[in-house]
């Protein structure tokens, strides 16, 4: 081979042997692309790439009470009016609907008047009551007294009668003694007189001074049998007294004990009154089924005029105004232990449009920003476990969402390079784990205790 250098110009020319030799300019160009192309994306791999777990879910309210509830009744009823209509704002304590009675036991109108009237005289009968129980204690006061002045009068004429008895016994037994005397001396003067040492005249002076005696011992005699049985007149009075009085006194505590019962009863009839009377009340009440709070009455469960409902039978369902929006969405089971209160979620609402880079939430279009609240500690569905969602500060989320719609989410993790999530997603691998979540929602855990107690004081 010539190591002569080929003339440029010669080159140039369009000679047929070095075109079929030449590389062709598209070539070049193609091949300057592909090295570009494949530079870009062998430098995108390094890229750092944020990893997430998906999830798809609805809305719905975080606090239980701005959820949509149906209004019951608490009685069985008969339709009577409608008073709104559905898609209407109600306030709290509005009227919905007008029910009237289908018990036979409450048709009479006038029945609270009724009851009101039966309470009146059973208050009036407990009144009289203890108006008898206050007269018989004074009665039972006043035999008391009775008893102890008549049981004091009849002792004090019984120790009359025993101081007499014993004062005619002694004159009694000294005038015995009297006419003993009496009967020695007449019997020695009857022996001196046998003897004639005295005269007749002595004799019978003696004889009737012996008659005397033993009249007047007689007398005594009789007058100490009188007071004895004036004593035991006077005793038997006494326990006449006490048989009287207590006979008095357990009628009267009879009386007493009958009223009581009486009472008792009349009382325990008054709390039943009362009772059915405030029932009354409340079910008049009831004819008028209110709103609960504010909102929206959004679907009435029952329809026309007449309709005959059951007790807890649902009228209609009522959306609250206000409620605090929350996205309530589903996870895998092997991603509940990567979440963690407090972690950043981009949503996707059904109805606006949104263009989601998962790994680069930063040019995400159309997606709104929240963070965990709950995670459930048990699978709601399917293995499933559910997990609330509420919007960031500063983030505010559209007013027109409604509870129910769907929502598409993404959970929000670490940072790694895109050839480690390539890698990671062809293996099947879970995303990495670099911090505990269950520390930190330890943490928050406590501290929204120690907020709430804070709060309570």
């Known amino acids: 081979m010539s190591k002569g250098k080929i003339d440029k110009k ?31 994306i062998f430098l995108s791999l390094f890229l750092p790439w944020q990893q997430n777990v998906e999830a798809t879910g609805t809305l719905t309210a975080l606090n239980p009470q701005d959820r949509p509830q149906e209004v019951h009744t608490a009685i069985p009823g008969r339709i009577k009016e409608w008073r709104v209509i559905e898609g209407q704002f109600v306030n709290k304590n509005d009227t919905l609907v007008v029910l009237e009675e289908i018990k036979d036991d409450y048709f009479d ?6 009851l009101e009237d039966q309470l009146n005289a059973k208050r009036d009968a407990i009144l009289a009551t203890n108006r008898k129980l206050g007269a018989l204690d004074s009665q039972l006061g006043a035999l008391g007294q009775g008893l102890q002045l008549s049981l004091q009068k009849a002792q004090n004429k019984y120790q009359q009668a025993l101081l007499k008895v014993t004062s005619d016994s002694a004159e009694y037994q000294a005038e015995k003694v009297n006419y003993e005397v009496a009967k020695i001396q007449f019997d020695r003067y009857n022996t001196l007189y046998e003897q004639s040492l005295i005269s007749l005249t002595e004799l019978e002076r003696r004889k009737l001074k012996l008659q005397e005696t033993g009249a007047k011992l007689i007398s005594l005699e009789n007058k100490y049998l009188v007071s004895k049985n004036e004593m035991i007149n006077t005793l038997i009075e006494l326990n006449s007294l006490r048989a009287e009085y207590g006979d008095k006194i357990a009628k009267s505590e009879s009386d007493k004990s009958s009223a009581l019962g009486y009472l008792a009863d009349a009382q325990s009839e008054l709390a039943k009154l009362k009772n059915k009377y405030a029932n009354m009340v409340i079910r008049n009440n009831q004819y008028y089924i209110l709103a609960p709070q504010d ?23 009522i959306m609250p105004a206000e409620p605090d929006v929350a996205a309530e969405i589903y996870v895998r089971a092997m991603d509940v232990p990567l979440l963690a209160k407090g972690r950043h979620v981009r949503l996707e609402f059904d109805g606006w449009p949104a263009l989601q880079f998962s790994g ?20 709601s569905k399917e293995g499933k476990f559910r997990v609330l969602v509420v919007p960031e500060k500063g983030e505010k989320w559209p007013k027109q969402l409604r509870i129910g719609s769907g929502v598409y989410g993404w ?3 670490d940072d790694v390079p895109v050839w ?29 205790l120690k907020t709430k107690i804070k709060v309570k004081k």
Request: net charge neutral.
């Open 10 to 40: 010669f080159i140039e020319t369009n000679t047929y042997s070095l075109k079929t030799l030449s590389t062709p300019r598209t070539a070049r160009v193609l091949s300057v692309w592909l090295v570009g192309i494949g530079g870009l």
């Open 109 to 114: 109108p006038e029945l609270l008047r009724r």
């Open 295 to 317: 909102g929206y009455i959004v679907k009435a469960m029952k329809s026309g005029i007449g309709e005959t409902i059951k007790e807890t039978d649902g009228i209609a369902t």
């Open 360 to 379: 680069w939430p930063s040019v995400s279009v159309g997606t709104f920003g929240g963070s965990v609240k709950v995670i459930d500690y048990v699978d």
């Open 411 to 413: 959970v929000m993790l």
């Open 420 to 448: 480690y999530e390539i890698w990671r997603q062809l293996n099947g691998f879970p995303p990495s784990l670099y911090a505990e979540p269950d520390e930190n929602e330890k943490k928050d855990t406590k501290s929204d």
